[in-house]
């Protein structure tokens, strides 16, 4: 799953850097506090993050991703500078149906292409990606026959 903070450019011009880094840590551990023991997020880059929730089938993804958003969503993040309304964006994929091993590029690729449409749609949403669906253009596009050759793209 790939997250990015909404309009975190405005927070930094509004507030200032040393604000939006605030903000980014508090993010940070809210969605820490949203996961499972066995989830993990990191910083991805700027102000997207990428949460791995192994185990979920499409449905679960979908469900880890709206638990995020709500949780961020919900209240204001406190700063020096008063409270700061914050909200996420989320693409998110899921493998279970795919019948193949994963190549961790194409989920990026269709967890930021999700991202993208989530951000496109209005923000402060969660779009899923299907895997399966997309193997055989996936496959296609970089001259692969198989399936099983998708774990070396």
Known sequence: MLVDVDHFKAVNDTYGHMIGDQVLRELAHRLTASIRAWDSVGRYGGEEFLVIVPNCDSNGALTAGERLRCHVASI??????????????????????????????????????????????????????????????????????????????
Do not use: F, W
Not at 84 to 98: H, L, R
Not at 133 to 143: F, Q
């Open 76 to 153: 204001p993040i406190a700063t020096a500078r008063g409270p700061v309304p914050a909200s996420i964006s989320a693409g998110v994929v899921s493998t279970s149906n795919a019948g193949c091993p994963a190549s961790h590029p194409l989920l990026l690729r269709l967890a930021d292409t999700a991202l993208y449409r989530a951000k496109a749609g209005g923000r402060n949403r969660v779009e899923h990606a299907d895997y399966a669906a997309a193997l055989p253009s996936m496959l296609s596009a970089i001259g692969r026959s198989s399936r099983s050759e998708i774990a070396q793209a």
